[in-house]
């Protein structure tokens, strides 16, 4: 059988940066071909070399056993190759058809566009997707899970032969997920040859036939996903041996209340919602997605207007309105949709970090000290492991993952009371995640109080000094992490009452 794609040898380079060296991976048709590595590892380097994007500075490529350098993604969906990008590349002001049929729109006669045949072909996909949305639906209103799955419709449908899913899965929920699997099984049935980039390893063992794992750029091995054990893929990603620990936490059920909310509410999203968080306490909300965890967190900041309810610091009621006054009271709020709020791409990794407290690093005469910045980026460049030629590298230059690892470091040194994050380690490798998770027990160590929001349960049982637990926009439950296991979380995250409107997930 000849391979659907064979790279050998492959070289690239960015200013400062060795991204590939010496490449190999190879794609069969009908398989799930698994690409592991670290953030800034070089598997969207890789990927983009195969579908168009780059140009590769050395080694040669062969799909159907022909050469092939395909000079921009045009040609190389002529040859077959689609890809899903992990960076989502939608144009908001048009509607999920527009953008899904982009520059192939169905056209009537004297070139006038077809709009009914636009939007049956769209809902066709979305069909075969199990996606209920409207084709008229305009990109900007939706949620960044559901503007992936409009992603994908696009990808699919060019009827690749060769598919690339570039963390497909990072801002799903576990029914999207379950629906995408559906999908690829049926692609790998039709002998389509799929790359899957993750930082999810339980999907890996899932779906994958084949894992190829890179590090540092270099090629490490290529392995059967079904006989080789996860924590063998880990040690060949990482390069050592990594333990996952739970540390003991201090006891901080006495510790003065930092935040309190009483009976918040927001229409059926969220629904009187109380709780509150101690001094030097991290606490964890769970639930399954849209269940109205990050519209309390948006509530608190004040990017979204309260129906009622009461926010209290310190035991004083504040009156927030906007994230200004948020963060005037000490609030602090990482948002899942990092590249909207988080970052200012087109600055250094050292100006991004050190905006986040703009005021420690100004002299008197409002001149800000480079070498202080300085000193503050290189030490989160290295406790964080933020792959980057240097502190004065452009942000937009760094891969997906290191990115999100800068917006981490401006929230970690930034000095507030109480800090909310949301998905902290969504698209972080395994590697990075514990350094996070010991950065926020500091924070926590240091007086600070914590929420955070994730869906990853494991995660959740691991930093959390208790877990608050919300279905369909009600606190349905708080447990004690002594007390907390993946079942009885579960269970207060899926117990409904009925009462919930059938509304399709929440806008953010
Ligand atoms: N256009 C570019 N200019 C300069 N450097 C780049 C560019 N694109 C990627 N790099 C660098 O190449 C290396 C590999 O990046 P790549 O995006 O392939 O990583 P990745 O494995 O996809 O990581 P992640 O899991 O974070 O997405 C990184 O060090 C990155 O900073
Ligand atoms: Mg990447």
Redesign the pocket.
């Known amino acids: 059988m000849t391979n659907l794609v064979e790279m050998k040898g492959i070289e690239k380079r ?2 400062g ?1 060795h ?1 590939l060296k010496d490449v190999q991976f190879d794609l069969r048709p009908g398989e799930v071909h698994a690409l592991m ?10 990927m983009k070399i195969m579908s168009g994007i780059y140009a590769r500075d050395g080694g040669e490529m062969l799909v159907d056993g022909k050469p092939a350098a395909p000079d921009g993604p045009r040609a190389a969906q002529d040859l077959g190759i689609g890809i899903i990008h ?1 960076e989502l590349s939608l144009m908001n002001d048009l509607t999920a058809a527009q953008n899904v049929l982009i520059g192939r729109e169905p056209r009537r006669r004297f070139g006038r566009l077809d709009e009914a045949a636009l939007n049956a072909q769209t809902a066709e996909i979305f069909a075969s997707l199990n996606l209920k949305m409207d084709p008229r639906t305009q990109v900007s209103t939706q949620t960044i899970a559901r503007q992936q799955l409009i992603e994908i419709a696009k990808a699919l449908s060019y009827s690749p032969r060769v598919l690339i899913m570039d ?1 497909p899965t990072a801002a799903l929920n576990d029914t999207e997920i379950n629906e995408l699997f559906k999908v690829i099984d049926k692609l790998k049935n039709d002998g389509v040859g799929i790359v899957y ?1 993750s ?1 999810r390893m339980d999907e890996i063992k899932r779906i994958a036939d084949r894992v190829t794992i ?1 590090r540092d ?1 270099a090629y490490i091995d290529t392995v059967q996903a079904a006989d080789t054990p996860l924590s063998t893929i880990i040690q060949l990603m990482v390069g050592r041996e990594v333990t996952q620990d739970t540390p003991d936490i201090p006891d901080t059920s006495q510790s003065p209340v930092a935040l309190e909310v009483r009976n918040l509410s927001r229409g059926s999203e969220v629904r009187d919602v109380s709780f509150n968080v101690r001094k030097g306490e991290i606490l964890g909300f769970a639930g399954l997605m849209g269940a109205g965890r990050t519209e309390v967190a948006r509530i608190i900041f004040g990017a979204d207007p309260r129906d009622s309810g009461e926010i209290l610091v310190h035991e004083q009621p504040v009156n927030i309105r906007t994230p200004h006054t948020a963060v005037q009271a000490g609030i602090g709020y990482l948002s899942e949709d990092r590249k909207h709020f988080g970052l200012a791409v087109d600055m250094t990794v050292r100006a991004n970090i050190a905006m986040a407290d703009l005021g420690r690093f100004a002299g008197r005469s409002g001149v800000l000290n480079e070498t202080a910045m300085e000193r503050v980026a290189l030490e989160y460049i290295d406790r964080l492991g933020i ?2 030629p240097s502190d004065m590298q452009e942000v937009r ?6 990115q999100q690892k800068v917006v981490i470091a401006k929230w970690l040194l930034r000095d507030c009371d109480i800090l909310i994050f949301d998905e902290p380690t969504r ?1 972080i ?1 395994i590697g990075a995640k514990s350094e996070i998770y010991a950065l926020l027990e500091d924070l926590a160590a240091q007086g600070r109080a914590i929420i955070v929001i994730s869906s990853e349960l494991p995660e959740i049982l691991r930093l959390s000094h208790r877990i608050a637990v919300m279905c369909e926009g009600r606190l349905t439950g708080i447990v004690p992490r002594e007390e907390a296991t993946q079942e009885n979380i579960m269970k207060l995250a899926t117990q409904t009452d009925g009462l919930a409107e059938q509304t399709e997930e929440t806008t953010q």
Do not use: M, W, Y
């Open positions: 960015f200013p940066v991204a590595g670290e953030n800034g590892a070089g598997k969207s380097t890789l992990q963390e980039i930082h890179l750029g792959r980057t230059f760094l891969s997906g993952g290191n698209g490798d």
